[in-house]
């Protein structure tokens, strides 16, 4: 469908139909049909509209002129699933004004197609947000089966699928976990490694019951030192061992004290160490910090560094008795190098005041 845009200075003029508001712009031309436009009126130039809320989301042109660095006269070109998105809001103008059917009804015919366009997906957004029942979140939702991994892969579709996530009853999403398992056992891997995707896994393991989410979790705990390691992996592995069932988390703690020389040295997989000691119960928590003072030098490397010296504090406050000793033993033994950083100088000054005089100076800058 051809849609033409004309730039003009107005304000977005909201249709409100249904149980929401959705905002059309009158310079959008479908098929010889024409929005209505408000009588011309002389504003002073505005700048590049911002993203905002749904109900007043950034105009879909540029404000009057042509855009930045593009000459005079010379149409922007648009990337094809922008130009989807904007065909789809289209669509939806027309069919809710000329066949007087409800908005909801329209957006769901074409919540594929909007999920993966910027202003397509804060509608979808706002309609599960604003939906009066479950009926037309599912119905959203029901509208994306089929296609759960190219969404959840999408710069703007992961966010229609976190809020569907977010916004329907578990079991009403258990057709999202049987489409990543139909890919094989790594498909929650690869999904956990990527840019967007990662986030999706994580709404996944924060509001599915525990049963739902085993194959997910189970992957994570094969593949949980490299995912670790990965600069999006790392939020998943620590999801599982927050929401995990108490037996998955031993056994991902356990996994993860087996590699604490390496884990150690990387900065993401730091954050997933912090997590684990505050994981599963008290005896687990303290079998996993006797397994970082056990890795000779890993408490000392990870205090040099940013994250890393976050878990040693959380070690020191957790740690009691031989275990606090030995942890001050090896901090000290290090205390010249921990003071020419600034993230080793923290935990110097943390551990000052129970370092009965073996502390060499100050550990001020």
Request: contains cysteine; charged residues 20%; proline residues 6%.
């Amino acid at each position: 469908m051809a849609v033409a845009m004309q730039a003009s200075s107005w304000s977005p003029q909201p249709v409100i139909s249904g149980a929401f508001v959705l905002p059309f712009a009158p310079y959008m031309q479908v098929q010889g049909l024409v929005a209505p436009c408000p009588q011309a009126v002389a504003l002073p130039a505005q700048g590049p509209f911002k993203p905002g809320l749904v109900a007043q989301p950034r105009c879909l042109s540029h404000p009057a002129g042509p855009p930045p660095q593009v000459a005079q006269g010379t149409p922007r070109a648009r990337a094809p699933a922008e130009a989807a998105g904007v065909e789809a809001l289209a669509r939806i103008a027309q069919e809710s004004s000329s066949e007087g059917q409800r908005q909801d009804a329209v957006i769901v015919r074409h919540a594929l197609r909007l999920s993966h366009d910027r202003e397509g997906s804060h509608v979808l957004q706002g309609a599960l947000d604003a939906a009066q029942s479950d009926e037309v979140r599912i119905a959203i939702a029901e509208a994306l089966r089929g296609h759960i991994w190219e969404v959840a892969r999408c710069s703007h579709g992961n966010h229609v699928l976190q809020r569907i996530v977010i916004s329907i009853k578990p079991s009403d999403c258990q057709f999202i976990i049987d489409e990543i398992t139909a890919r094989g056992g790594e498909a929650p891997g690869k999904l956990a490694r990527h840019r967007f995707a990662y986030r999706v896994v994580q709404r996944l393991l924060e509001q599915l019951h525990q049963w739902q989410v085993v194959p997910l979790v189970e992957q994570v705990i094969a593949d949980c030192v490299a995912l670790s390691m990965h600069r999006f992996g790392t939020y998943v592995v620590q999801h599982a061992l927050v929401y995990g069932s108490e037996e998955q988390q031993v056994r991902l703690m356990d996994k993860l004290a087996r590699d604490i020389p390496q884990l150690s040295r990387n900065n993401d997989a730091c954050m997933v160490l912090d997590q684990a000691l505050a994981a599963g119960g008290e005896r687990h928590q303290a079998a996993f910090a006797q397994a970082l003072l056990d890795c000779d030098g890993a408490l000392a490397d990870m205090a040099h560094t940013r994250r890393g010296h976050v878990a040693v504090l959380s070690l020191l406050q957790l740690a009691g008795g031989d275990l606090l000793d030995r942890a001050h033993l090896q901090l000290v033994a290090r205390q010249r190098s921990l003071r020419s950083t600034r993230f080793g100088r923290v935990v110097l000054n943390a551990i000052a005041p129970q370092s009965g005089g073996h502390l060499v100076g100050g550990c001020g800058r």
